[in-house]
């Protein structure tokens, strides 16, 4: 550890994303009772239009979707790191094969005002630590309302249709793509995200996110 690492560490102690609480050993990432206690997502497939599978380490609930929101909209861009390794660490246990890292982007607009973009902070996260670089392949050409708001799957379809475009065809023909958002409920983002990219000539496209709703079938453990 250097000197102003050091120095940064005693000023401003790492905490545990999800409850806050100061980390004894900032490699921990996690809290000792946030690890144990995480609702990770069981054996259970999802998929979504125009994507092969969907990956999240953990499910959309509680702590996790409080911790979620607080790092998108209340300025904890630095959560997106811890995030985006929990996204690496699931795709090595899933054995998730690609060949370029992209993420589901904000509109100009909307990163102006918040300052980053959160997508982007997990795509490169997850690409670091699988040894790799993640690539800006889509932009988002409408400002659009936030889906969050919008309550059935069919209008969360209609709001994002046509609002994204691949940036260059080139990097994206014959290639299996990962598209990573923070969080895939309806999974009509990352559908329309996908459909673009796979007009653009992609081989493949499969999706990552930090979490997941539950679905009803899932009991609790």
Not at 170 to 194: F, H, M, Q, W, Y
Request: proline fraction near 8%; include cysteine; charged fraction near 30%.
């Amino acid at each position: 550890m250097s000197a102003l690492t050091a120095v940064l560490d005693f000023l401003f102690p790492p905490k545990c994303p999800f409850c806050g609480k100061v980390l004894s050993r900032p490699s921990e990432e996690v809290c000792p009772d946030c690890r144990k206690d995480l609702p990770y997502t069981g054996p259970e497939k999802r998929k979504a239009d125009f994507v092969s599978s969907v990956t999240a380490p953990l499910y959309y609930e509680g702590v996790v979707r409080a911790s979620i929101l607080r790092f998108k909209f209340h300025g904890a861009p630095a959560r997106g790191r811890v995030y985006g390794r929990m996204i690496a660490r699931k795709l090595r246990e899933e054995e998730r094969s690609f060949d370029v890292i992209t993420w589901v982007p904000l509109s100009r607009k909307r990163l102006r005002r918040r300052g980053y973009d959160q997508a982007g902070i997990l795509a490169e996260a997850a690409a670091e630590e699988l040894g790799t670089e993640a690539e800006p392949l889509l932009e988002k050409i409408r400002e659009i309302p936030p889906q969050s708001g919008i309550r059935t799957p069919e209008a969360r379809r209609a709001n994002v249709s046509g609002c994204y475009r691949v940036i260059d065809p080139n990097p994206v023909r014959g290639k299996r793509v990962l598209l990573i958002d923070d969080v895939v409920t309806t999974g009509a983002t990352v559908s329309e995200c996908a459909r673009m990219l796979m007009l653009a000539g992609a081989e493949e496209v499969l999706a990552a996110a930090v979490a997941t709703p539950r679905k009803n079938k899932e009991k609790r453990q």
